[in-house]
């Protein structure tokens, strides 16, 4: 007896139907997974930014150990007259240069570049190339910023989530140099807790004040100096003005070094309290986590002077939080966490 010859079954192929459906539920996990993944890249990107700024919050600390406890200006302008900083000065520029933050020199070469203050830097003579600690990695590249955006009065952003506050900043000393040595400069998307200069006396960033003197809105720890503010003084040159009362920072001015800001993210050199009610912060960088409601808020990192670095909502900071007619916007309630004027920072100020 012949036994039956035994033959596999035929593979059946898949039908239209089935193949959508897989297709389907491959469709909706990747749209349950894919805003976890971008959640979880987020958090990465505002820790590595913490990381930057406590790096530069450690360097500048050691930078004014060297310096016998003074703080360093903000910027000074090659058009200011006088012998104080004839290359100018820009406090990144001189972290690196100086060897207390390991980043790049945006110059590739020398050129005749003469270290224009505003504009995007990225010309023959500018490179972008290698770890940047000054680099935030939510921050706006330089080959999708437009020119200037966020870095004067004029395209100021408009609340702490505009992109224009998420782009950089950069400043170089120049050349030629006036020692001969080659040109420096660095870009950062971190800025100091800085304001521009007044146009003449008093002062309001001096601090302290003379006596009989009303107490001054907003004496930020640093203070860029340029050549548009610096006639309004009676000294005649950038070295007089940076010795007139007041003026000239010292660490020991610092009584809450864990609530004074040090450095913040933004991409204007005079960040703070630079618009009205009721935003009182546009230039401030909100560049982490969840965005508010009305789309003008999220999460950004401060580095304070005692060196840590923390998470901070700009709402309601951002928001104009007390009458003009007590002392105009500047004053922050403590209780927030931070603040950005050495007055408070004194440990006798009620806000």
């Known amino acids: 007896m ?3 010859i035994l033959t596999s079954p035929r593979s059946r192929a898949f039908t239209l139907v089935e193949l959508l459906v897989v297709i389907g539920i491959i469709a909706l996990l990747i749209s ?12 990465a990107y505002q820790v590595q930014c913490a990381s930057n700024m406590r790096q530069i ?24 007259t006088g012998d104080a900083y004839p290359n100018g000065f820009f406090w990144a ?63 100021q952003g408009a609340y702490p989530t505009d992109s224009k506050n998420n782009g950089f900043n950069y400043g170089v000393c120049p050349w030629p140099r006036s020692d001969g040595t ?30 009989g003197q009303n107490a001054p809105g907003d004496p930020t720890p640093f203070i860029y100096f340029s050549s548009l503010h610096t006639a309004g003084y009676s000294p005649p040159n950038m070295a007089g003005v940076l010795s007139c009362n007041g003026l000239i920072r010292t660490i020991s001015q610092v009584q809450r070094s864990a609530l004074l800001c040090m450095i913040a993210e933004a991409a204007n050199l005079s960040w703070t309290s630079q618009g009205a009610a009721p935003i009182w912060m546009p230039r ?63 440990p006798n100020a009620t806000r």
């Not at 800025?191 to 006396?201: D, M």
Request: proline letters at 9%; charged letters at 15%; hydrophobic letters at 30%.
């Open 93 to 155: 520029a001189e972290l690196m240069h100086q060897g207390y933050v390991a980043a790049p020199n945006i110059y590739g070469h020398p050129g005749p570049q003469t270290g224009a203050f505003t504009g995007n830097p990225i010309t023959a003579n500018f490179r972008f190339n290698g770890a940047n600690p000054f680099q935030c990695p939510e921050g706006i590249i330089p080959t999708d910023l437009n020119d200037g955006d966020g870095t004067t009065s004029a395209s």
């Open 32 to 43: 349950i997974l894919l805003p976890a993944l971008n959640k979880a890249r987020r958090s």
């Open 2 to 4: 012949k036994r039956p």
């Open 182 to 211: 080659e040109p420096y400069g660095v870009a950062t998307w971190y800025q100091l807790c800085s304001r521009e200069e007044s146009s003449a006396p008093p002062n309001n960033l001096e601090w302290p004040l003379p006596a």
């Open 284 to 346: 401030w960088g909100a560049r982490h986590g969840d965005v508010s409601a009305d789309g003008k808020n999220a999460y950004t990192n401060v580095a304070f002077f005692d060196g840590h670095v923390d998470s901070i909502y700009t709402q309601p900071i951002e928001v104009n939080t007390e009458d003009p007619a007590d002392g105009g916007f500047e004053h922050v309630s403590q209780s927030y966490g931070v603040v950005f004027t050495l007055q408070q920072d004194l």
């Open 57 to 80: 919050a450690l360097g500048m600390l050691n930078y004014i150990t060297d310096n016998k406890g003074f703080l360093p200006p903000c910027y000074v302008s090659t058009n200011t």
